[in-house]
């Protein structure tokens, strides 16, 4: 991979006492072997926070395309 750049909009997102997260549309563009590839998607956030401080607990990528 020579190159990847990612595109995003944030879509929405929740928080309830310690536990939170996010999902966000995005386009991911690489190039591999000299060949783009572009992929419209999702991304999904995870977050907690622990002793004050807010963590990524997962992180996900789905595609829509």
């Known amino acids: 991979m020579t190159y990847e750049h990612l595109s ?38 995870t977050f907690a926070n622990r002793d004050g401080v807010w963590k990524i607990e997962a992180q996900a990528w789905g595609r829509t395309s």
Not at 19 to 43: D, E
């Open 8 to 45: 995003y909009e944030m879509g929405f997102r929740n928080v309830e006492g310690s536990s939170g997260y996010a999902v966000i549309s995005g386009t991911l563009t690489v190039t591999i072997k000299g060949q783009s590839v572009v992929r419209a998607g999702t991304l999904a956030y």
